[in-house]
């Protein structure tokens, strides 16, 4: 309540009696009170996205008015899985603020899972995920593709050397557990009646690599990213079948967002650019 009042430029109390009335204009208690803080009841919570698409639609009026015609200044929440962070992302982002230099850019990663969460929750503006929803409030472009590749010590050198005795053993490791890439090889080797072997979640991509080389396990990861990461040549890098291997990056942003001019803009600076256009790309 404090730092609401100072960023509002008015008391304590003032802040206490606006939620108070806002709490009876929708007949629901939106937050309880205790001893020390506030927390958000269930309907708070439920009215947290509104909120937040109502203070976006309030930052582009300010943006629109006393400017040109190009969206110069805003804030955008980039969500993207950590590979594609680390890779494509970086030049996306570059191009475009290029051109809007004004532009806070903010950037999280995670799974595509906990992105999509955060979409929904209008904690993100934009994500690039590894599965879309197929619904019609979201606008969702592929915008990469690429294909997945099984990195091992040099003493698997093929997909059949998984089979083999000595490397049954082998763990698989991930960066966190419900990896969909990882999902690929689990349904090969099931396919394939090899086998399966436990997953062992390592925490980084960086730790997941570092297990590979140190000969803890086997890892999926896109070949694309492989190639920017130092230190893997020596690792041997076993293609999955083309029924397994291929996969796929969308671009993902809730359709009413796309009025917010900024936002919009990033969008279309991310399907004119040239990686996109030529397909290359990604990791969960």
């Known amino acids: 309540m404090t730092k609401a009042a100072a960023l509002l430029n008015t008391v304590q109390s003032n802040v206490t009696a606006r939620i108070k009335r806002l709490e009876d204009q929708l007949g629901a208690t939106l937050v309880v009170r205790g001893s020390r803080k ?61 051109r809007h230099p004004s532009a806070d850019i903010s950037v999280q990663t995670g799974g595509t899972n906990s992105l999509w969460e955060k979409i929904l929750k209008s904690e993100l503006d934009v994500a690039f995920v590894s599965r879309r929803a197929n619904e019609s409030a979201f606008f969702e472009e ?19 050397d998984l089979a083999r005795p000595e490397n049954a053993k082998l763990k698989i490791l991930v960066q966190r557990s419900g990896c969909s890439f990882t999902a690929r090889l689990s349904d090969y080797l099931r396919e394939t009646g090899v086998p399966q072997r ?7 991509l960086e730790g997941v690599i ?24 020596e690792l041997s890098q076993i293609s999955l079948p083309e029924k397994f291997r291929s996969v796929e990056i969308f671009l993902v ?6 009025p917010i001019r900024l936002l919009d803009a990033f969008v279309q600076s991310c ?13 969960d």
């Open 253 to 258: 942003v809730q359709r009413w967002k796309l």
């Open 198 to 204: 436990p997953m062992h979640a390592v925490g980084t």
């Open 210 to 233: 570092g297990s590979v080389r140190a000969g803890g396990g086997i890892a999926v990861l896109p070949r694309s990213y492989l190639n920017l990461v130092p230190g893997t040549r």
């Open 142 to 160: 592929k915008v990469f593709e690429d294909d997945l590749v099984v990195i091992a010590r040099q003493s698997v050198a093929s997909l059949a």
């Open 271 to 283: 399907l004119n650019n040239q990686i996109v256009r030529d397909n290359h790309g990604l990791h």
């Open 38 to 98: 506030l927390r958000l009841t269930p309907e708070g919570e439920a009215l947290m996205p509104f909120a937040l698409r109502l203070e976006e639609l309030c930052r582009d009026i300010n943006n629109h008015f006393g400017q040109d015609d190009r969206p110069q200044a805003g804030s955008i929440r980039i969500g993207a899985i950590e590979t594609f962070a680390a890779s494509h992302l970086v030049e996306l982002i570059a191009g475009f603020t290029e």
